[in-house]
C-alpha cells in the first residue's frame, strides 16, 4: 500500500513525505526521519510503523502527547484523511492504495440520491478476488512463540500472534525487560506473510540473536533463534508453518 504524510504549518504545506520504510520517526531531533524544529515537539516525539499492510502511529512518551481527529492517542491504526497534531503542526495521513471501480447509473432528475449503487460485474470480481487474496495472506501466516529462558521472567511463554510485539522497559512493552541502557521501546518483533522480524528501535543496549546485534533494519527470526536483550535471555521458536 502507498501512503504518505503531508506535513502543514498553519494551513501551509511545508513537505510530502511518502511511508515507505518500516520505521517513521517524527520529533524535535535532526536524525528523525520528520524534523519537527519547535519546542512543542519532543526531541523523538512519535513513529509511523508499517505492519503489513497496517500503518501504525505511536506516541513515544511525548510532553504535549499526540493527537489523531482531536483524541490523544498512545497507539493509532491510521486510515485516509486522519488529521495527526503534534505540537503546532498537523500531519495529514494519504493512502494512495487503489480501489475497485464502483460505477453507478446515471441521474434521471437532480435528485436522485435515493438511487442504490449498482456495482458492475468486473468490480464485484476486483473484490471477491481482493478479499479471498487477503484471506489467505492471513492463513499462510506463521505462528511463533517465545520462551523466556534467563531473566526475571525465566520460565514464562507466550504465541506471538499479534502483528507487532514490543520489547523494552516500558509500561507499554509486552515483553519487560530492565538494565539502564535497555530504552522505553527498545525492540519490536512483527509478524507477517513472509514471517517474524527483529528490529532495534531506542535505547543503547541492541538486542543480540545468536550472539549477533541486530540493528535497526529487521532481522528474520528462525526457530530455535535465542534473543538476548538486557537482563533476559529468550528462545524463538516457529509452532506452525
Same mark, same amino acid.
Given at each position: 500500500m502507498a501512503c504518505k504524510l503531508i506535513l502543514k504549518f498553519r494551513d501551509t504545506v511545508i513537505s510530502e513525505i511518502p511511508l515507505d520504510k518500516e520505521e517513521t520517526t517524527i520529533g524535535r531531533k535532526p536524525e528523525n526521519t520528520i524534523h519537527i524544529d519547535n519546542l512543542a515537539v519532543s526531541g523523538r516525539h512519535a513513529r509511523v510503523l508499517r505492519i503489513g499492510s497496517k500503518v501504525i502511529?505511536?506516541?513515544?512518551?511525548?510532553?504535549?502527547?499526540?493527537? $489523531?481527529?482531536?483524541? *490523544?492517542?498512545?497507539?493509532?491504526?491510521?486510515?485516509?484523511?486522519?488529521?495527526?497534531?503534534?505540537?503546532k503542526h498537523v500531519l495529514t495521513f494519504v493512502s494512495l492504495e487503489d480501489k475497485p471501480v464502483v460505477a453507478a447509473p446515471e441521474p434521471e432528475e437532480e435528485d436522485d440520491m435515493d438511487k442504490t449503487? $449498482?456495482?458492475?460485474? *468486473?468490480?464485484?470480481?476486483?473484490?471477491?478476488s481482493k478479499n479471498g487474496a487477503s484471506t489467505s495472506a492471513a492463513s499462510a501466516m506463521p505462528l511463533a512463540g517465545i520462551q523466556i529462558i534467563a531473566g526475571p521472567l525465566a520460565g514464562k511463554s507466550m504465541e506471538l500472534t499479534a502483528s507487532l510485539t514490543s520489547l523494552g522497559k516500558g509500561e507499554s512493552c509486552r515483553i519487560k525487560v530492565k538494565g539502564f541502557t535497555v530504552g522505553k521501546q527498545a525492540a519490536v518483533i512483527t509478524r507477517r506473510p513472509t514471517g517474524y522480524h527483529i528490529a532495534h528501535l531506542e535505547g543503547m543496549a541492541k538486542s543480540r540473536v545468536n550472539g549477533e546485534v541486530v540493528g535497526d533494519q529487521p532481522r528474520t527470526l528462525k526457530d530455535g533463534d535465542i534473543i538476548e536483550l538486557g537482563d533476559t535471555k529468550i528462545e524463538f521458536y516457529i509452532k506452525s508453518e
Open positions: 502511529l505511536e506516541d513515544l512518551g511525548s510532553t504535549n502527547g499526540t493527537f $489523531v481527529n482531536d483524541k *490523544q492517542v498512545a497507539k493509532h491504526i491510521l486510515q485516509h484523511g486522519d488529521s495527526i497534531v503534534i505540537g449503487m $449498482v456495482i458492475t460485474p *468486473q468490480a464485484r470480481s476486483a473484490m471477491i
